[in-house]
C-alpha cells in the first residue's frame, strides 16, 4: 500500500505537455486518481519488482531528436507522464459527414457516450496487459529481457494515464469514475474481469509474452492508428504519441520470438536433429511448439477487431470518431457510402466471400491491413529459420481457424481453411493450438530466472546488441 | 540549403531542401514523402523509416549505432550493405545531394 511518504509531486514530477500545473480542475482530479493509480500498481504490477532499480526509458517530450531519457529507475518512482503530439491549429475531420470541418477540440455532446465508451475500452487494455504479465519477472531469460518486460510494463502504465488524462479533462464525472474503475477491473477475474476477452488470457510464460507483444500490442497500434485518424483532436494527439512506444513493444516480440527460433535453429543445425522430441530433449523450444503458440495468439488477436459485419463501426466512421488505417493516405472519398467491401462466411461446409457496404465492414477492413503487416514479420522469422538451412516454414492459419467472435464464430475452421465438423476438430485440435503438455513443456524450461549480467536462459539466444548502445553485459536491472 | 533525393520503389525522384541537423527522417515527413512511416517518432526503435543509402554517400556518414544496428535487422525489406535508418541521418552541408533509395516496403 501507498503510504504519505510515497507521494509524488504531480506537477514537477510528472513530465507533460499539456499545461498540468495551470489547470486547477484537472489537478485535483489527478491528485484523486493518481494515489489509486500507485496502489494497483503495487498491487497488480511487476510481482517482488518494487525495489528493483532498472535501465528504463522516460518520455520527457515529444521531439523527435529525443523524446525518451534513459536511467536507472525504481518502477513506482517511473514518472508516468501525459503528452500529447502538438496541436496542429488546421487539422480538420479527415472522415465521415464532418470531413472538412476544424477537429473539435472539447467533445462533441452528441458523441460523448460513444467515445467515452472508446477511450475506456482501449484504457482498460494498458492496466490488463501489466496484470496478465505481472509473474514473469521471477523467471526471465536474462536481465535485458527483465529491463524489457519491465519497459513494456511502465509504458502501458502510460497509455492508461495518457487515457485517463482524457477521461478526467473532458468527461467530467463520468470520466472520474471510469477511470477509478480502471483501477478495479483485474485481468481474469470471475467477477470484475477486463472488457476484451484477450486481455483476460493468462499470460503463462516467456514465449507467451514475446507472442503477445508481437501478435496483441499490435492489435493495440493498429487501433491507436485508427483512433489517431479521430476528429475529436485530443484523442488523436494522444493516440499519436503513444504509437512511438508501442513501436518498442512490438520490437521486444518480434525480436524475442526471433531469438528463440534462432536459438532452436542453432541447435538442431548442430545436432542435426529434426524430430520434436529430439528437440525437446536438448532443452529448447521445437518450432511445432512455436507453431502452435502462433495460431493461440494469433487467433486470439483478430477476434480483438470485433464482428466482421459491425453497425458500430460504421457509426464511429461516418461520426468522424475513428479513422481507417493510415486514413489521410487513402485515395477515396473518405465517405465509402456506395463501396463495397468482402467478408466471409460459413455456408454448409464451404467459405464463401460476399460483398458488404464498406462502412459496415470497417472491423474487417482493419483487421486485413493487420493481417498484411503480420505476414511481412512472420517472413522475417522464416529468415531465420530458413538462414539456418532448415526446411520448416512458419505459417498464418486461415483467418476463420479458433474464431469467437465474428462470421467464424461457432465454426470449426482447420488451419488450412476447411470447415470440419465437430467431431474433426475435437481429435485434431491440439496438433495446432497447444496443449496442457505444451504449456508444461515450456514452462518447464522457465523455472527461475536468469540474472547474471551477460547470461541468457539456454532456450533463446542473446541478442544481437544491447539497449541504447548498452553492451549485452549491462546490468540492465539492479536488485539492490 | 544542402539537398536529400529521396528515389522511391517504382523509381520516382523527389529533391527536398534540408537544413543542416535535421534528419533525413523528419525532412521526408515534413514533405510528404510517402515511403517513410517513422513509427516510433525518429528515436531508433523501429525500422520504418530504412532506407538504402548511395553508396556514393555511404562512407560520409557516421557509422551506425549499436542501437540502429539492431533495429535495421528487422527491418520489412531485408537490410543491406549500405541500410541506415533515416532517422539516425542528419543533414551536413557535406551531404548535399545525399541520394537515399525507399524500400518497397516498410512494414
Redesign the interface.
Known amino acids: 500500500m501507498l503510504n504519505d511518504s510515497d507521494k509524488i509531486d504531480y506537477i514537477d514530477k510528472i513530465p507533460n505537455n499539456v499545461d498540468l500545473g495551470r489547470d486547477k480542475v484537472l489537478q485535483r482530479a489527478l491528485e484523486h486518481w493518481q494515489p489509486a493509480y500507485l496502489n494497483w500498481w503495487y498491487d497488480m504490477g511487476p510481482t517482488e519488482s518494487n525495489p528493483f532499480h532498472v535501465y528504463l526509458r522516460t518520455a520527457m517530450s515529444v521531439e523527435p531528436d529525443g523524446w525518451a531519457q534513459f536511467g536507472y529507475v525504481r518502477m513506482p518512482e517511473y514518472r508516468w507522464g501525459i503528452f500529447l503530439q502538438p496541436r496542429d491549429p488546421d487539422r480538420q475531420v479527415n472522415f465521415g459527414v464532418h470531413k472538412g470541418d476544424p477537429s473539435w477540440q472539447e467533445v462533441p455532446g452528441e458523441y460523448r457516450s460513444t467515445l467515452r465508451r472508446i477511450i475506456v475500452t482501449q484504457g482498460d487494455t494498458e492496466p490488463a496487459s501489466v496484470e496478465q504479465q505481472r509473474m514473469l519477472g521471477l523467471s526471465c531469460p536474462s536481465l535485458y529481457d527483465l529491463r524489457n518486460i519491465f519497459q513494456v510494463n511502465v509504458e502501458e502504465g502510460r497509455h492508461l494515464w495518457a487515457m485517463v488524462y482524457l477521461l478526467h479533462r473532458y468527461f467530467g464525472r463520468d470520466g472520474r469514475e471510469e477511470a477509478e474503475a480502471l483501477l478495479a477491473r483485474r485481468s481474469g477475474d470471475a467477477d470484475n474481469p477486463r472488457i476484451l476477452g484477450a486481455f483476460n488470457e493468462p499470460t503463462p510464460d516467456w514465449l507467451a509474452f514475446f507472442m503477445f507483444t508481437f501478435f496483441t500490442d499490435r492489435d493495440g497500434k493498429f487501433q491507436l492508428c485508427a483512433l489517431a485518424e479521430s476528429g475529436f483532436d485530443p484523442l488523436a494527439r494522444t493516440c499519436r504519441f503513444m504509437l512511438t512506444e508501442e513501436a518498442h513493444h512490438m520490437f521486444v516480440g518480434e525480436t524475442g520470438v526471433a531469438r528463440i527460433i534462432q536459438r532452436t535453429c542453432e541447435v538442431m543445425a548442430q545436432n542435426k536433429i529434426d524430430d520434436p522430441a529430439d528437440v525437446r530433449a536438448m532443452g529448447v523450444i521445437d518450432l511445432q511448439t512455436l507453431q502452435k503458440y502462433l495460431n493461440f495468439h494469433y487467433s486470439v488477436t483478430l477476434d480483438l477487431y470485433g464482428s466482421d459485419v459491425s453497425s458500430n463501426a460504421a457509426n464511429y466512421y461516418t461520426n468522424g470518431l475513428k479513422g481507417r488505417f493510415e486514413e489521410t493516405k487513402l485515395k477515396d472519398d473518405h465517405l465509402l457510402a456506395n463501396d463495397e467491401y468482402p467478408v466471409y462466411e460459413v455456408v454448409g461446409d464451404q467459405i464463401r466471400a460476399y460483398k458488404v457496404p464498406a462502412l459496415t465492414a470497417l472491423n474487417e477492413r482493419l483487421r486485413d491491413d493487420y493481417i498484411r503487416e503480420i505476414e511481412s514479420g512472420l517472413s522475417r522469422w522464416n529468415r531465420v529459420i530458413e538462414k539456418a538451412g532448415l526446411s520448416f516454414r512458419l505459417t498464418l492459419p486461415h483467418k476463420g481457424f479458433h474464431r469467437a467472435i465474428g462470421n467464424f464464430a461457432g465454426h470449426k475452421i482447420s488451419p488450412d481453411g476447411r470447415v470440419m465438423t465437430e467431431a474433426e476438430w475435437d481429435k485434431r485440435h491440439h496438433e495446432w493450438l497447444p496443449a496442457a503438455a505444451d504449456h508444461a513443456y515450456v514452462q518447464s524450461l522457465m523455472r527461475g530466472r536468469v540474472v547474471e549480467p551477460g547470461k541468457f536462459a539456454n532456450w533463446i539466444a542473446p541478442p544481437a546488441r544491447g539497449i541504447n548502445s548498452q553492451p549485452l553485459n549491462f546490468e540492465y536491472v539492479r536488485f539492490n | 540549403m544542402p539537398k536529400v533525393i529521396y528515389v522511391s520503389a517504382e523509381g520516382e525522384k523527389k529533391e527536398v531542401e534540408t537544413p543542416v541537423g535535421t ?1 533525413v ?2 525532412a521526408a515527413l515534413k514533405n510528404g514523402i ?1 515511403g517513410i512511416v ?6 531508433c ?2 525500422s ?1 523509416c530504412h532506407v538504402f543509402v548511395d553508396e556514393k554517400f555511404f562512407d560520409k556518414l557516421p557509422p551506425a ?3 540502429e ?3 535495421l ?2 527491418s ?1 525489406e ?1 537490410r543491406q550493405p549500405t541500410s541506415r535508418l533515416s ?1 539516425q541521418i542528419k543533414m551536413t552541408d557535406d551531404l548535399d545531394g545525399l541520394i537515399v533509395r525507399l524500400p518497397a ?1 516498410q ?1
Not at chain 2, 517513422?38 to 528515436?43: I, P, R, S
Open positions: 534528419t527522417m523528419s510517402d517513422a513509427e516510433c517518432g525518429g528515436v526503435m523501429c520504418t549505432s549499436d542501437t544496428e539492431a533495429v535487422e528487422i520489412a531485408e532517422c516496403k512494414r
